[in-house]
């Protein structure tokens, strides 16, 4: 898989379950990624929550996105770096309205953090080779 076909893959599936770990013990949650292009994936989180806090201790992160019919997948692996660009933070803002009610004034980037997935390696699974050894490969 190329970087290009991971970014479609991504950009196509943009619900993505992602691990962090805190102190030993793995943490999992959903998240709606922003967007994936030349430079990662990114997605945002509140910068008072605790997925902000565990990817600020270690940044090292895995997100897995299934495709539609659940007939692929692919697991990425990255280092994960807080971006503090304005106007990222106003592209994501004016195409996630549903956000605006989350903003609180005074804080940097009202209180949202985003957050870019870098250093990427990807594996992809399918049925067919659901007997094959998982192999990342750098992207």
């Known amino acids: 898989m190329n970087r290009q076909e991971l970014n479609?893959?991504?950009?196509?599936?943009?619900?993505a379950q992602l691990a962090t770990v805190e102190a030993g013990k793995p943490h999992v949650r959903t998240i709606h990624v922003f967007r994936a292009d030349s430079q990662g994936i990114l997605f945002h989180t509140g910068a008072h929550k605790a997925l902000c806090r565990q990817l600020l201790a270690e940044p090292a992160v895995e997100l897995c996105f299934t495709s539609a019919d659940h007939a692929r997948q692919v697991r990425v692996a990255g280092r994960a770096v807080k971006v503090d660009h304005e106007p990222l933070w106003q592209q994501v803002m004016a195409e996630r309205r549903y956000l605006r009610h989350l903003v609180v004034d005074g804080l940097p980037q009202g209180g949202l953090a985003i957050f870019r997935v870098q250093e990427l390696e990807a594996a992809e699974w399918t049925m067919s080779a659901n007997r094959e050894e998982t192999r990342f490969s750098k992207i």
């Open 8 to 15: 479609d893959f991504v950009n196509a599936n943009l619900f």
